[in-house]
């Protein structure tokens, strides 16, 4: 079981990215999934959640209105669109893979994680 987060990079203050999290060696379509961030120094903060069916979503304060989380289930797949970036947005990125179908803001409640995908973005 995996979970390959890809997509990250380098970006300028204000640009955009997509996240995407590829699930192999079973289907997720079942559980809520998450991203969460871990910057220089601190401590993984949540980003953003879905529901197993796609139908909710919450995100934390700091990225409410700027990103957007969503999954394709036909593709095991999920997508963190992150636009307008700034540089506290600066980290490394995981996805992750609840234990059951809702979208949890804490990080005790997912199974599986990915090995994360570096963002920065400059000033």
């Known amino acids: 079981v995996q979970l390959q987060a890809s997509g990250g990079g380098l970006v300028q203050a204000g640009g955009f990215l997509r996240l995407s999290c590829a699930a192999s060696?079973?289907?997720?379509?079942?559980?809520?999934m998450g991203w969460f961030r871990q910057a220089p120094g601190k401590e993984r903060e949540f980003v953003a959640a879905?529901?197993?069916?796609?139908?909710?979503?919450s995100y934390s304060d700091s990225v409410k209105g700027r990103f957007a989380i969503s999954r394709d289930n036909a593709k095991n797949t999920v997508y963190l669109q992150m636009n307008s970036l700034e540089p506290e947005d600066t980290a490394v990125y995981y996805c992750?893979?609840?234990?059951?179908?809702?979208?949890?803001?804490?990080?005790?409640?997912?199974?599986?994680w990915g090995q994360g995908t570096q963002v920065t973005v400059s000033s």
């Open positions: 060696g079973r289907t997720f379509s079942g559980n809520g």
């Open positions: 992750a893979a609840a234990a059951s179908m809702i979208a949890p803001k804490i990080s005790a409640a997912y199974s599986f």
């Open positions: 879905i529901t197993s069916s796609g139908r909710i979503t």
